[in-house]
C-alpha cells in the first residue's frame, strides 16, 4: 500500500471518510465543542510547560486551529505549523504567524522540520499503529522541546451504573472501533510510550468536564452521537430511541454520569550533547 495508511478498522475506514466527514454541515462546530471544553486545560499546560515567545509549533490534526491560535495570540509563540488531513477550517481565519499543511500524518515524513513544541489533542486515538506514529512525533522535536500528547479516556468500569447515556457511550466507542479504528484504551499508557520513544521528564494528567446541561462537552457528545449514529446502531447496542434517549438525559436535569476525560501526557527530548 502506498500514500495514506488505511485504518486499522475491521472495515478499513478512516478519521473524516467513514466518520466525522469535514464536508458534512457543522462538523467545524462540533470540533469547536470540544474546543471549548478542553482548550482552556491545554493552554494551561502548555503555558505551564514553558510555551512562549521564541517557541516554534507544530499542532497535529490540528483541527479548527483554536490551540493553534490561542498558542499565537495568547502564548506568544513565534510560529505555528498546523498539519490536518482536511484544512479547510484552518485556512479560514490565517492569523501571523500560522502556517497551515495538508498532509496525512500517517505518512513518514509527511512534516518538514523540527520544532520546540509538537502538540497532537484527540488526533492518535482514531489513527492506526499509535506506537510508530509516537517515535515519529518524537523525531519532530528538537532538542530541549516537548512532545504533548491528549487523547481521551474512557473512565467507565464494569461497576458503572447502567443509564442512558453509559449505554451509549458503550455503543459509542465500539462503534468507532469497528469503523475507523478508534481505540482509547491504550492512551493510559501514553507516559510509558513516552519514555519508550527516549523522552525525559514524562509525566501526565486528567482533566474531566462536567457534563451539565447544556455545557460544551455536552453538546459535543451529542453532536458525536449523531454523526456516529450509523456506526452505533450496527454494533447492535442501541437502536435510534436509545440515542434519542441519551441525547435528552443529557440535556436534562437526571443526568448523572462521569464524561470521558482528556488525558495529556509530555515529555521532553534530551539536549544534544557538547
Ligand atoms: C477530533 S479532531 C481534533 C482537532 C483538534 N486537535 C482539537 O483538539 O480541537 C481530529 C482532527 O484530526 C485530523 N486527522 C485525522 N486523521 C488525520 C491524519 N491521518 N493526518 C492528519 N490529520 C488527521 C482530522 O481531520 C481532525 O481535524
Redesign the pocket.
Known amino acids: 500500500m502506498s500514500g ?1 495508511a488505511r485504518g486499522d478498522a475491521p472495515g478499513g475506514g ?3 471518510e467513514a466518520v ?1 466527514p ?1 464536508e458534512q454541515a457543522g462538523e467545524g462546530e462540533r ?1 469547536d465543542f ?2 471549548l471544553a ?1 482548550d482552556d486545560t491545554t493552554m494551561a499546560r502548555l503555558r505551564d510547560l514553558g510555551v512562549g515567545p521564541g517557541w516554534h509549533c507544530l ?6 486551529g ?2 493553534s491560535r490561542r498558542l499565537l495570540e495568547e502564548a506568544g509563540v513565534t510560529s505555528v505549523l498546523a ?4 484544512v479547510r477550517f484552518l485556512t479560514t481565519r490565517p492569523v501571523p504567524g500560522l502556517d497551515v499543511l495538508e ?4 505518512v513518514p515524513d509527511a512534516v518538514p522540520g523540527v520544532f520546540s513544541l509538537v502538540h ?4 492518535l486515538m ?2 492506526p499503529d499509535r506506537e510508530r506514529l509516537i517515535t515519529a512525533l518524537a523525531e519532530l522535536v528538537a532538542p530541549g522541546g516537548v512532545l504533548v500528547l491528549s487523547d481521551a479516556v474512557d473512565l467507565t468500569s464494569d461497576r458503572t451504573p447502567g443509564t442512558p447515556y453509559s449505554t451509549v457511550m458503550r455503543a459509542m466507542w465500539q462503534g468507532l472501533r469497528t469503523t475507523i479504528g478508534t481505540d482509547v484504551s491504550w492512551v493510559p499508557s501514553y507516559p510509558h510510550l513516552l519514555r519508550g520513544a527516549g523522552l525525559d521528564a514524562v509525566a501526565a494528567e486528567i482533566h474531566v468536564p462536567p457534563l451539565l446541561p447544556g455545557s460544551p462537552i455536552s453538546r459535543f457528545w451529542a453532536d458525536t452521537w449523531e454523526r456516529s449514529r450509523a456506526a452505533m446502531l450496527a454494533t447492535g447496542l442501541v437502536d435510534d430511541a436509545a440515542v434519542d434517549e441519551a441525547v435528552r438525559y443529557l440535556d436534562s436535569a437526571e443526568c448523572a454520569a462521569l464524561s470521558a476525560g482528556m488525558l495529556t501526557a509530555w515529555g521532553w527530548k534530551p539536549e544534544e550533547g557538547p
Open positions: 495514506a478512516r478519521y473524516g466525522f469535514p470540533i470540544g474546543a478542553y499542532d497535529v490534526g490540528a483541527g479548527t483554536t490551540v498539519v490536518d488531513r482536511d498532509a496525512d500524518i500517517s497532537a489533542r484527540f488526533v482514531h489513527l
